[in-house]
């Protein structure tokens, strides 16, 4: 993994760790690069989370670190990449708001990786609307009931725990909503389905029916903020570790690959899809550790340089991917060629977390505002 480009936001302990990482993507995360069914990766998922868990690197970390290891480890193993997000996603709420009682249960366990965590957020009606949620939490004795569906969640029917937003007052909007904690195997949660992506992904819709829930937090809506906040910025570095990828199979191809006499590279087409895949990668990873860097230093208001992060690098990232099998022709199609599994692996992330779109809203409000 090249930091040179990004060394300026980097200490030392960063640039150590880079290399580390590196090793540890190469050599223990290429076993999960391949599933070829949402089967497999649901069978893949519980290993790949020990594997990461085990050398601590689901502990919490500072923004550069998630960063580093996102960009290690999306370009060999998306699936992986994608359980490390989520992990991180259902353990920072606990970590912000949760309990004494449901820190020390769930937390440990899962940055050891013995435990799968899950965030339930998204609905049939609520998407980029979170303020729209329709699952209703109402109070019974010392604990809430919740019934609602929930769709499209990552880990749906194989997490050990989920946390769940829901509402407290559907007249309050985002103010009514909650953040509560479910154990998987309660009476009233069911696993409804998996839903199938492209890219094998254990995602599915889950059904609760007056379902026993936990209280985390009852500002639920700026909690799952802040938890989206605080992961959204390592999205961006996992598009530029996609990318880096792509753009290293398109260079060793246009070097070795001959054509009408010559090496591909010798064509200046290629050279001009290169160089323009290579300007694109080096300015998402400088904005991307920009703002990871803000967040180290105590920043944490920066959404507007954390959206422009996002936007650029999985917008580029798709277009370097994109260009990367089109230099690759034929043989980046074939199923299983790592950029073909990057090729669909990458047109979520510009959509998970926060679209591309509400990106620009973020940026544009924040200008507007003469920040």
């Given at each position: 993994?090249?930091?040179?480009?990004?060394?300026?936001?980097?200490?030392?302990?960063?640039?150590?760790?880079?290399?580390?990482l590196?090793?540890?993507?190469?050599?223990?995360?290429t076993?999960?690069?391949?599933?070829?069914?949402?089967?497999?990766?649901?069978?893949?998922?519980?290993?790949?989370?020990?594997a990461?868990?085990?050398?601590?690197?689901?502990?919490?970390?500072?923004?550069?670190?998630?960063?580093?290891?996102?960009?290690?480890?999306?370009?060999i193993?998306?699936?992986?990449?994608?359980?490390?997000?989520?992990?991180?996603?259902a353990?920072?709420?606990?970590?912000?708001?949760?309990?004494p009682?449901?820190q020390?249960?769930?937390?440990?366990?899962?940055?050891?990786?013995?435990?799968?965590?899950?965030?339930?957020?998204?609905?049939?009606?609520?998407?980029?609307?979170?303020?729209?949620?329709?699952?209703?939490?109402?109070?019974s004795?010392?604990?809430w009931?919740?019934?609602g569906?929930?769709?499209?969640?990552?880990?749906?029917?194989?997490?050990?725990?989920?946390?769940?937003?829901?509402?407290l007052?559907?007249?309050?909007?985002s103010?009514?909503?909650?953040?509560?904690?479910?154990?998987?195997?309660?009476?009233?949660l069911?696993f409804?389905?998996a839903?199938?992506?492209?890219?094998?992904?254990?995602?599915?819709?889950?059904?609760?029916?007056?379902?026993?829930?936990?209280?985390?937090?009852?500002?639920?809506?700026?909690?799952g903020?802040?938890?989206?906040?605080?992961?959204?910025?390592s999205?961006?570095?996992?598009?530029?570790?996609?990318?880096?990828?792509?753009?290293?199979?398109?260079?060793?191809?246009?070097?070795t690959?001959?054509?009408?006499?010559q090496?591909?590279g010798?064509?200046?087409l290629?050279?001009?899809?290169?160089?323009i895949?290579?300007?694109?990668?080096?300015?998402?990873?400088?904005?991307?550790?920009?703002?990871?860097?803000?967040?180290d230093q105590?920043?944490?208001?920066?959404?507007?340089?954390?959206?422009?992060?996002?936007?650029?690098?999985?917008?580029?990232?798709?277009?370097?991917?994109?260009?990367?099998?089109?230099?690759?022709?034929?043989q980046?199609?074939?199923?299983?060629?790592?950029?073909?599994?990057?090729?669909?692996?990458?047109?979520a992330?510009?959509?998970?977390?926060?679209?591309?779109e509400v990106?620009?809203?973020?940026?544009?409000?924040?200008?507007?505002?003469?920040?």
């Amino acid at each position: 993994m090249n930091v040179d480009a990004v060394s300026v936001f980097l200490e030392e302990g960063h640039l150590r760790l880079a290399e580390r990482l590196g090793e540890f993507g190469r050599t223990e995360m290429t076993r999960f690069a391949c599933a070829h069914s949402d089967q497999e990766a649901r069978a893949m998922a519980r290993e790949a989370i020990r594997a990461m868990g085990g050398p601590g690197w689901l502990q919490a970390h500072d923004s550069r670190t998630l960063c580093l290891f996102r960009e290690a480890v999306a370009g060999i193993s998306p699936l992986a990449d994608a359980l490390f997000a989520i992990q991180g996603l259902a353990t920072v709420p606990l970590r912000l708001e949760g309990s004494p009682a449901q820190q020390d249960r769930w937390l440990d366990v899962a940055a050891r990786g013995e435990a799968i965590g899950a965030f339930a957020m998204t609905e049939p009606q609520a998407g980029s609307d979170v303020a729209n949620i329709q699952t209703l939490a109402q109070p019974s004795g010392d604990h809430w009931l919740l019934s609602g569906d929930k769709c499209l969640i990552s880990n749906a029917g194989i997490a050990d725990f989920y946390v769940v937003f829901a509402s407290l007052d559907p007249t309050m909007g985002s103010r009514g909503i909650g953040a509560f904690l479910v154990t998987d195997g309660t009476p009233g949660l069911r696993f409804a389905g998996a839903q199938v992506l492209s890219a094998p992904h254990p995602l599915g819709r889950l059904e609760f029916r007056d379902c026993r829930a936990e209280l985390i937090c009852r500002e639920g809506f700026k909690l799952g903020m802040r938890t989206l906040d605080t992961m959204r910025v390592s999205v961006a570095a996992a598009a530029c570790g996609m990318a880096q990828r792509a753009l290293d199979a398109a260079l060793d191809h246009a070097r070795t690959r001959r054509q009408f006499g010559q090496p591909l590279g010798d064509f200046q087409l290629i050279q001009e899809k290169l160089a323009i895949m290579a300007i694109g990668l080096e300015a998402s990873r400088l904005l991307t550790y920009r703002a990871a860097w803000q967040r180290d230093q105590g920043q944490l208001r920066n959404s507007r340089e954390v959206a422009m992060a996002k936007a650029h690098a999985t917008e580029t990232a798709q277009q370097v991917i994109d260009q990367s099998l089109q230099i690759l022709g034929g043989q980046g199609m074939l199923a299983d060629h790592p950029v073909e599994r990057l090729y669909r692996s990458v047109r979520a992330l510009r959509i998970y977390e926060g679209t591309t779109e509400v990106q620009h809203l973020i940026i544009a409000k924040d200008l507007l505002k003469g920040a």
